[in-house]
């Protein structure tokens, strides 16, 4: 495996490498929820829309592709369910996110999981692979009650720009894009990207890898009619009832979305879209 990728600052390489080998690792951002549904029954994702680009660069049939990803997991499951299986396929890129669902919970150990991503992160490096890694969006520009978040937030995106001094580690620094604030981007759930926020982050993903933009991922939406205080205040009711019972009920049980699920894409197989 040939991996080449030169960066003239920590997530900017200056001559784009041409990938044949690709493997997505980690939870319900990198799997794809609530982008639009494939034939399979699948989320499609940005993962898949990064593979879909990178494919087009490769003969048909050159470019492999793996998705190891399942909604709600901790880093510690993906440390310990999809990392060694990640290495072995020897990639030439990795995408590795986690640790947001870590710190959603109360009395998140941040040490720990920086710890693990930092190792996992590692890893994947001596594999010879691109590793690309992410820092969260601000959940504080759009959802109340998340100012608790703020302080571990900052201190992971912190960790990964340091970890992104490494020349063969690219970060795609989603927290200092307002355009994530606008709930337009983000499924009813208020938790996952909708297709547009997709979009973009496949976007980000490619020209932190150096490949040409093919729009400003950044640029805010059009400017909207701000809901009516009756219909804001009915899509919260609806939120709560639909999606926050639900979440706080499995917190409460021990219970995961993904407990059962197999990945996505287990096996790294040829590609074409």
Not at 6 to 25: D, H, L, N, Q, R
Not at 79 to 103: K, S
Not at 134 to 158: H, Q, V, Y
């Amino acid at each position: 495996m040939e991996n080449t990728m030169e960066k003239s600052a920590p997530g900017a390489p200056t001559e784009p490498t041409g990938y044949t080998s690709y493997v997505a690792v980690g939870d319900s951002f990198t799997e794809g929820m609530c982008d639009d549904l494939l034939p399979d029954g699948h989320y499609r994702g940005w993962a898949d829309r990064v593979a879909d680009r990178l494919a087009a660069e490769q003969p048909a049939g050159a470019f492999r592709y793996a998705n190891l990803a399942v909604r709600g997991k901790l880093i510690g499951q993906i440390h310990d369910e999809q990392l060694a299986t990640a290495a072995a396929m020897r990639a030439d890129l990795v995408t590795l996110a986690g640790g947001l669902n870590d710190v959603l919970r109360p009395r998140c150990d941040i040490a720990q999981v920086e710890d693990l991503l930092g190792r996992s992160a590692t890893a994947l490096r001596a594999t010879g692979a691109t590793v690309v890694l992410f820092t969260s969006t601000d959940p504080t520009r759009r959802m109340a009650g998340s100012t608790r978040l703020l302080p571990a937030i900052l201190r992971m995106k912190a960790f990964v720009h340091e970890l992104g001094q490494d020349r063969g580690i690219a970060v795609v620094d989603l927290f200092s894009a307002p355009c994530f604030d606008d709930r337009r981007l983000w499924a009813e759930d208020r938790l996952h990207l909708g297709p547009e926020g997709h979009r973009r982050v496949a976007e980000a993903v490619l020209e932190a890898l150096g490949r040409p933009a093919a729009f400003d991922w950044r640029a805010p939406l059009p400017v909207a009619a701000l809901p009516g205080r009756a219909e804001k205040l009915a899509a919260d009711a609806r939120w709560a009832r639909t999606h926050l019972g639900p979440w706080i009920g499995r917190r409460l049980t021990g219970r995961s979305s993904g407990d059962g699920r197999p990945p996505k894409r287990a096996e790294l197989l040829p590609y074409e879209g």
